[in-house]
């Protein structure tokens, strides 16, 4: 089968494409023929390599998918259309059981540690799939999975939104934020949004945003403070990490919730413990979603009250113009890789 893979660490040019061994289905595994896969940044920091990471090389990434099965064990029939959950979990350990998937023991997730959704053909435990109806394209599934359900239970299930309170979400043109904007207007919320220049507050604004601030015009975190009458937000979501997090604490109102999704900007930063007690913080973290939280959002992307938003869509042999595209900073949306 056809795939894209790297052999060594690296930028883009370390990305190629080739024939590799087909994946063997283990009982209780479906065989999917990948249609779609879409990029996330997480492709970028495991193509780069990070100290203590192990990988079996060539390594295929993507933990992004959509397709058709060609065998399963039951629930799926050949020919049926499926997008994937790339939140990998053994479906028996006490998390497992109690219906806390995304922090099973041995979570994994898709195309990091474990071989990825960028090939023709992909095996996975059919716990993994959920049926896609046929008014969804496979590129639209794979451009939602991932970022819909991380932004569903951050917002919804470990920040507890609720409808009249007011989310500032920090950065404008990502997968993760494009989801997180739509996610916290279904439910209620007046959305701010933190974006770097005019054409990725536009998208926000079409997404359902209310108050725009470009970062590159003003302090940002000065900004919220006056436009909320020196009150702060109820939720920030901050997918940046170490540039912005003491900013974010910043605009957060006293008694406040700061939801930390992910670390495009730098995982490792210092932290003012004052914020955090003086204005009674609550700092939560969050990732991907338990199974019936993706089943939930996606079945709102399918209905079309949520909506994937793909910035462009690349051949797989062109797999290393579609990471540099990733790299550029002018992403709006999702990058998805048509198989």
């Not at 992909?122 to 970022?147: G, I, K, M, T, W």
């Not at 500032?168 to 949004?193: D, P, R, T």
């Not at 220049?197 to 997404?207: F, I, P």
């Not at 003003?218 to 900013?247: I, S, Y």
């Amino acid at each position: 089968m056809q795939a894209a893979f790297f052999r060594q660490h690296g930028g883009p040019e370390v990305m190629e494409t080739g024939s590799v061994p087909e994946p063997v289905p283990q009982p209780g595994e479906a065989l999917v023929r990948i249609r779609a896969a879409a990029l996330n940044r997480v492709d970028k920091w495991v193509r780069d390599g990070w100290p203590g990471l192990k990988l079996p090389l060539p390594h295929i990434p993507g933990s992004d998918g959509a397709g058709e099965v060609l065998s399963g064990g039951g629930q799926f029939q050949p020919g049926q259309r499926v997008v994937i959950n790339s939140s990998l979990s053994c479906g028996v350990c006490e998390f497992c059981v109690a219906g806390q998937d995304n922090l099973c023991e041995r979570w994994a997730l898709l195309g990091e540690t474990v071989p990825g959704a960028n090939a023709e053909l992909l095996a996975l435990p059919e716990r993994q799939l959920l049926a896609l109806p046929d008014n969804v394209s496979f590129e639209q599934a794979a451009a939602a999975a991932l970022v819909f359900q991380t932004a569903w239970h951050s917002l919804i299930t470990r920040g507890q939104l609720r409808a009249g309170e007011t989310v500032l979400i920090v950065g404008a043109g990502g997968g993760v934020n494009s989801a997180a904007i739509q996610v916290a207007g279904l439910a209620g919320a007046k959305v701010f949004v933190v974006g770097s220049d005019a054409r990725k507050l536009a998208l926000a604004a079409e997404l359902g945003a209310e108050v725009l601030i470009d970062r590159s015009q003003a302090d940002w975190g000065r900004q919220v403070f006056q436009l909320t009458n020196r009150r702060g937000v109820d939720v920030v979501v901050d997918n940046v990490g170490a540039p912005t997090l003491m900013t974010s604490l910043r605009a957060a109102r006293k008694g406040g919730r700061i939801l930390t999704v992910g670390n495009t900007g730098g995982p490792r930063f210092e932290l003012d413990n004052r914020y955090l007690f003086a204005k009674h913080l609550s700092l939560i973290g969050s990732t991907m979603s338990t199974r019936a939280e993706f089943a939930a959002v996606m079945g709102l992307v399918f209905t079309g009250r949520l909506r994937p938003v793909i910035d462009s869509t690349f051949a797989l042999a062109e797999v290393r113009a579609a990471h540099a595209r990733l790299e550029s900073g002018e992403v709006l949306g999702k990058i998805v890789l048509a198989l």
